[in-house]
């Protein structure tokens, strides 16, 4: 593959290698002079020793050249240079039916009508013109350019009166699912045989099935010459029956019940006026009415939640002056509510402070504990909670500042702050609660 690539052949650069058969390799071209992209089919050195391939090589660019039809490719030269036979074609920007068959597996009805009637066209004009008659009319024959036109390909195996004949005598040519029942027996051959291979491409593009199929080669012309016919719409429920009709008489097995012009048949196909199929109305509220759904509990609709502005979101250097601003001064801590007077001294309870640690009430008379940060197990703190005998409550007023040295004690605080009590710090968060810091 590409072996030829970069390379210049006349006034063309060989750029990339788009198609191989038995007839030669087609490269995709630039032509110097004027630019533009070209189809460029070679003679390998392999079969240019053969006489017989050479000769049938310079045919087929004879005969294209004497065709000029919109859906039959067109040449533009031809030459040989070091022993390199070659001939220019226009390039052809598109896929063949046979691709599209092998990716969709069928074709719309309407799309397959007016490609058979465009290859019917184009048959009609070789034979009606020149005497042509292709003999290898199959899909991968068959392109498509990108405005959706037809454009029929090699006429390698092309016949044509005054062009010497190169095929043995009943000698069977082409692919053999397209053959027609005469070529198989042998029989001289006219412009039906063309026919007859587009009725077989016309039958796999609204089926997606070969009309004769079989395991060997023999059981292929057995079906052919004797087998029975499924009716496409065997395959196809929905094709046309005017379609239908087309494709049977195209594959008549007497070739005298088929069309005797392959105009005959365009003429037809086109009078059929098939249309796409129309899709389904929409609803009479119109398509931005939504239907009513069946069980309304089934269907819950989430409104999607809107993302916070990255604006609204303080930076991390605002957030921390904001966090310290909102903290009390060391130098003026704020005033420390009263304790409630409600009740004995034994159930009074300290009153927390935002800022300030605060105590969990505990159950009196001892079971629970109250861990400080930083205590462990064998430091002093650990297991000294409201109910530990050395941390009295206070009975009335007076008893508040023994209480609050003690709580510093045993937060672990030291220092004093104005009055000479204990200065309170920050609160810190630990695993266990709030604790003031040092």
């Not at 294209?64 to 036979?85: C, M, S």
């Not at 005054?162 to 027996?185: F, N």
Request: charged share 20%; net charge neutral; glycine share 10%.
């Amino acid at each position: 593959m590409n072996e030829l690539a970069g390379q210049s052949l006349g006034g063309y650069l060989l750029e990339e290698e788009i198609g191989r058969g038995s007839m030669g390799m087609v490269y995709r071209g630039k032509q110097f002079a004027l630019g533009r992209d070209v189809a460029i089919k070679i003679l390998p050195h392999a079969l240019a020793k053969d006489t017989s391939y050479v000769a049938r090589f310079i045919r087929e660019a004879r005969i294209i050249a004497g065709l000029n039809h919109p859906n039959i490719v067109q040449i533009y030269d031809a030459g040989e240079q070091k022993g390199v036979l070659y001939f220019v074609m226009e390039y052809v920007q598109g896929p063949t039916l046979g691709s599209l068959l092998r990716l969709d597996g069928q074709i719309p009805q309407h799309l397959a009508a007016e490609y058979a009637a465009q290859i019917a066209d184009a048959l009609d004009c070789a034979y009606s013109e020149r005497n042509v008659i292709h003999r290898d009319i199959k899909p991968e024959n068959l392109m498509l350019d990108r405005w959706g036109k037809i454009k029929v390909m090699d006429f390698g195996l092309a016949r044509a009166p005054g062009l010497q004949r190169i095929t043995v005598a009943r000698t069977l040519v082409g692919s053999i699912y397209y053959a027609s029942p005469e070529q198989i027996w042998g029989q001289p051959l006219d412009n039906r045989s063309d026919i007859y291979a587009l009725g077989v491409v016309l039958y796999e593009m609204v089926t997606g099935q070969r009309p004769f199929t079989g395991r060997t080669l023999p059981e292929v012309t057995q079906a052919i010459t004797s087998g029975q016919l499924r009716p496409p719409s065997w395959l196809n429920p929905q094709l046309a029956p005017g379609l239908e009709q087309i494709i049977l008489k195209a594959l008549a097995r007497d070739r005298t019940h088929r069309y005797e012009q392959a105009r005959q048949m365009a003429q037809e196909l086109r009078a059929l006026n098939l249309k796409a199929e129309e899709l389904p109305p929409l609803p009479s509220g119109g398509p931005l009415s939504p239907l009513p759904p069946t069980n309304p509990r089934a269907f819950v609709v989430q409104p999607p939640r809107r993302p916070r502005l990255a604006e609204s979101r303080p930076s991390f250097h605002e957030w921390r002056a904001q966090r310290s601003a909102a903290q009390p001064s060391p130098e003026q801590p704020p005033e420390r509510p009263e304790p409630s007077e409600r009740g004995t001294a034994s159930e009074r309870r300290l009153t927390p402070t935002p800022g300030y640690a605060s105590l969990p009430e505990q159950p009196r008379g001892g079971s629970g504990t109250l861990m400080t940060a930083g205590a462990t197990a064998s430091s002093p703190e650990f297991g000294r909670g409201m109910s530990d005998p050395d941390l009295p409550m206070a009975a009335d007023p007076s008893e508040k500042a023994g209480l609050w040295q003690q709580l510093q004690r045993l937060l672990g605080r030291s220092g004093t702050g104005r009055g000479g009590g204990p200065e309170p710090g920050p609160a810190m968060p630990s695993g266990d609660g709030y604790a003031r810091s040092g």
